[in-house]
């Protein structure tokens, strides 16, 4: 199973998405979960975009395939999770940011892969399972 960051889900409306990304999606797609913050993001995202075709293009994307999708919420569970990488990672003077690291928290909870662009960001959480597939 397989939680995408935005990034991917950024990756996969451009106008020439990264073929490697593209047939992974395609093939992994009944394995693949929305995370609730990761929802969050895109959502916000396309609210606050100019109006044009672009903005409604996205509506149409997030709307028939994001929001299809199974999703994971943030859950106490997770919180817990989250409040644990979070002391983690700041006693070992790392930053990472909120939302990415409510979004690993979600990945760690629910025992998925979570797959990033930005493996980097995430290479101090040593419970997180991570995948680039631009690679």
């Known amino acids: 199973m397989f939680i995408l960051d935005t990034n991917i889900f950024s990756e996969l409306v451009r106008p020439v998405p990264n073929k490697e990304v593209l047939i992974r999606y395609h093939s992994l797609l009944d394995q693949i979960y929305l995370a609730s913050t990761v929802w969050q993001e895109l959502y916000y995202g396309w609210q606050i975009m100019p ?3 672009k ?3 996205i509506h149409h994307f997030l709307m028939t395939q994001v929001a299809t999708l199974p999703q994971l919420s943030y859950t106490k569970a997770c919180a817990d999770v989250h409040a644990t990488v979070r002391a983690k990672t700041k006693q070992s003077g790392k ?3 909120f939302v990415d690291s409510q ?3 979600v990945a760690i909870t629910n025992n998925v892969v979570l797959v990033t662009r930005n493996v980097k ?3 101090d959480i040593d419970t997180l399972k991570v995948e680039n597939w631009f690679e």
Request: hydrophobic letters at 35%; zero cysteines.
């Open 95 to 97: 930053t990472l940011s």
């Open 121 to 123: 960001d995430f290479a």
């Open 51 to 53: 109006d044009g075709k």
């Open 103 to 105: 979004i690993a928290s």
């Open 55 to 57: 903005k409604q293009d």
